[in-house]
């Protein structure tokens, strides 16, 4: 793969979605004088930067941010990785959406270092002469590493910058696989309304609770629901605000979590992926993760679909291998491990994603051929 050559300049003229960002292999060297990154940041970056929500909990939304706030965000998360004292950056994350503009541009800004965008899954990781870097990540990124153990082993470090969808569990087989003295994992928690809310570390074993980002506060702690937990209600300085509104003072994610104290807690789910199915309670993202090592296929995911009889209920969408269709997967392992079976299941060409891994928000799966699962 050929890496086009760009000076941090020409890279900050060009805005974050544009094609020539967002869909080819670019290098660029961020170890820059006159002024340094943040004075080109200052004077190429617009006053106010748009970005678009996913999709993936209804239809997109433009949400602004300004520009001072998104550098602010960038070196907290560069403070995050700088301990591990990193000399370069690959980052497989297009800069699109927000992690990406943050991590795979305004991060090595922030650390003056190298940066390679990979964009693709297919092809060999960059032949990069730093030995400690940080790779910036989407859920497939594990299983390319996991692919490219040679390329790992031969750093002296690899920090795993995390930001999106439930993190996959080839996370964990990658921390096993590294080893704990040379992989960590650095995960955040956010949106494109909010920007980073909290973070975690962790290079071995179940990830840790997790802790508020330093300029982010616990807004309101509601009483307790029966799980014994709340919606997760945050201030924020860098909260972003819709065309012709002003930012918010608070915001309220599509989260539930259990606080532990004034700084940290436990994540339950996002609120649109939990579902109780006859009084059992579902986490769609968990159950998505455990099918994965159960179905031999290209790609699935559970949505929540209403049902006349029982109120919620979900349906189970899965992409077959070339060649291959429903009769051909152990349905009924997935069930056992799902501990419920969905209404029904249907094979589909593909499922919509975005940059990040989440699906695309649906209101009804996709014409298909489909199996009832009762």
Same mark, same amino acid.
């Given at each position: 793969?050929?890496?086009?050559?760009?000076?941090?300049? &020409?890279?900050?003229?060009?805005? +974050?979605?544009?094609?020539?960002?967002?869909?080819?292999?670019?290098? *660029?060297?961020?170890?820059?004088?006159?002024?340094?990154?943040?004075?080109?940041?200052?004077?190429?970056?617009?006053? *106010?930067?748009?970005?678009?929500?996913?999709?993936?909990?209804?239809?997109?939304?433009?949400?602004?941010?300004?520009?001072?706030?998104?550098?602010?965000?960038?070196?907290?998360?560069?403070?995050?990785?700088?301990?591990? %004292?990193?000399?370069? #950056?690959?980052?497989?994350?297009?800069?699109?959406?927000?992690?990406?503009?943050?991590?795979? #541009?305004?991060?090595?800004?922030?650390?003056?270092?190298? *940066?390679?965008?990979?964009?693709?899954?297919?092809?060999?990781?960059?032949?990069?002469?730093?030995?400690?870097?940080?790779?910036?990540?989407?859920?497939?990124?594990?299983?390319?590493?996991?692919?490219?153990?040679?390329?790992?082993?031969?750093?002296?470090?690899?920090?795993?910058?995390?930001?999106?969808?439930?993190?996959?569990?080839?996370?964990?087989?990658?921390?096993?696989?590294?080893?704990?003295?040379?992989?960590?994992?650095?995960?955040?928690?956010?949106?494109?309304?909010?920007?980073?809310?909290?973070?975690?570390?962790?290079?071995?074993? &179940?990830?840790?609770?997790?802790?508020? +980002?330093?300029?982010?506060?616990?807004?309101?702690?509601?009483?307790?629901?029966?799980?014994?937990?709340?919606?997760?209600?945050?201030?924020?300085?860098?909260?972003?605000?819709?065309?012709?509104?002003?930012?918010?003072?608070?915001?309220?994610?599509?989260?539930?979590?259990?606080?532990? =104290?004034?700084?940290? +807690?436990?994540?339950?789910?996002?609120?649109?992926?939990?579902?109780?199915?006859?009084?059992?309670?579902?986490?769609?993202?968990?159950?998505?993760?455990?099918?994965?090592?159960?179905? =031999?296929?290209?790609?699935?995911?559970?949505?929540?679909?209403?049902?006349?009889?029982?109120?919620?209920?979900?349906?189970?969408?899965?992409?077959? %291998?070339?060649?291959?269709?429903?009769?051909?997967?152990?349905?009924?392992?997935?069930?056992?491990?799902?501990?419920?079976?969905?209404?029904?299941?249907?094979?589909?060409?593909?499922?919509?994603?975005?940059?990040?891994?989440?699906?695309?928000?649906?209101?009804?799966?996709?014409?298909?051929?489909?199996?009832?699962?009762?």
């Amino acid at each position: 793969m050929d890496y086009a050559e760009l000076s941090p300049g &020409e890279l900050l003229s060009l805005e +974050f979605a544009a094609p020539a960002v967002t869909e080819r292999a670019w290098h *660029v060297e961020w170890d820059v004088g006159d002024g340094g990154p943040e004075r080109l940041v200052m004077d190429l970056l617009p006053p *106010v930067i748009d970005f678009r929500t996913s999709g993936s909990t209804g239809e997109s939304r433009l949400w602004r941010r300004l520009r001072e706030n998104v550098w602010r965000e960038a070196g907290l998360l560069a403070d995050m990785v700088a301990p591990e %004292k990193p000399e370069a #950056v690959v980052s497989c994350v297009p800069p699109a959406h927000l992690f990406g503009a943050l991590a795979s #541009v305004l991060v090595p800004a922030h650390l003056r270092v190298p *940066v390679w965008h990979k964009p693709t899954f297919y092809g060999a990781m960059p032949p990069i002469e730093q030995r400690r870097v940080v790779v910036v990540a989407t859920p497939w990124i594990f299983t390319l590493l996991l692919q490219h153990l040679a390329w790992v082993r031969e750093m002296e470090h690899v920090t795993v910058l995390y930001g999106g969808a439930m993190i996959p569990e080839t996370a964990g087989e990658f921390l096993a696989a590294a080893g704990p003295d040379r992989a960590l994992i650095v995960e955040m928690l956010g949106s494109t309304e909010a920007g980073g809310i909290a973070t975690r570390r962790w290079r071995e074993g &179940e990830p840790p609770s997790w802790t508020l +980002f330093p300029d982010v506060s616990f807004a309101e702690l509601g009483e307790p629901d029966e799980d014994d937990e709340v919606p997760l209600v945050i201030s924020s300085p860098r909260l972003a605000f819709a065309p012709g509104e002003p930012a918010p003072s608070v915001w309220e994610a599509d989260d539930r979590v259990r606080p532990l =104290d004034e700084r940290r +807690f436990h994540f339950a789910g996002r609120r649109s992926r939990l579902v109780k199915v006859n009084g059992r309670r579902i986490n769609l993202d968990e159950v998505e993760n455990a099918l994965r090592g159960v179905l =031999d296929c290209a790609d699935l995911a559970v949505l929540p679909v209403a049902d006349r009889m029982i109120g919620e209920h979900v349906d189970l969408l899965v992409v077959p %291998k070339p060649g291959g269709g429903l009769a051909d997967l152990d349905l009924a392992a997935a069930f056992e491990r799902m501990g419920v079976r969905p209404r029904r299941v249907h094979a589909v060409p593909r499922i919509e994603r975005s940059a990040l891994g989440k699906v695309r928000h649906l209101s009804t799966p996709p014409t298909s051929e489909a199996e009832e699962a009762q």
